[in-house]
Nanobody
Framework: QVQLVESGGGLVQAGGSLRLSCAAS????????MGWFRQAPGKEREFVAA????????YYAESVKGRFTISRDNAKNMVFLQMNSLKPEDTAIYYC?????????????????WGQGTQVTVSS
């Protein structure tokens, strides 16, 4: 069992930055691919970024590539999403998710555990 708690969301102006954090419980954190997804009002949940269990590989949605960076600290059971050059279209609830040795990085149905989400609002 893994419990995930996100933090770091908030209101920011376009062009600004935010850093989201996700704290995970459990001693097997290093066996999970970790992903960030987001969901805007009236839209489907969409993939944002993922990082493999070793941290050796990262994956990004085209819409955030070059602006967002995912990282993890397995010693602290933490995963992060650094978001730069934010745009109003990045406004959404951001969710952290865990997939046991997952390989379907951008498929939300593959993920086993989810956090409660943190709101990110980007004003124009």
């Amino acid at each position: 069992q893994v419990q995930l708690v996100e933090s770091g969301g908030g209101l920011v102006q376009a062009g600004g930055s935010l850093r989201l954090s996700c704290a995970a419980s459990g001693r097997t954190f290093s066996t999970y691919t970790m992903g960030w997804f987001r969901q805007a009002p009236g839209k489907e949940r969409e993939f944002v970024a993922a990082i493999t269990w070793t941290g050796g590989s990262t994956y990004y949605a085209e819409s955030v590539k070059g602006r967002f960076t995912i990282s993890r600290d397995n010693a602290k059971n933490m995963v992060f999403l650094q978001m730069n050059s934010l745009k109003p279209e990045d406004t959404a609830i951001y969710y952290c998710a865990a997939d046991f040795y997952g390989t379907r990085y951008n498929d939300h149905s593959s993920y086993d555990y989810w956090g409660q989400g943190t709101q990110v609002t980007v004003s124009s």
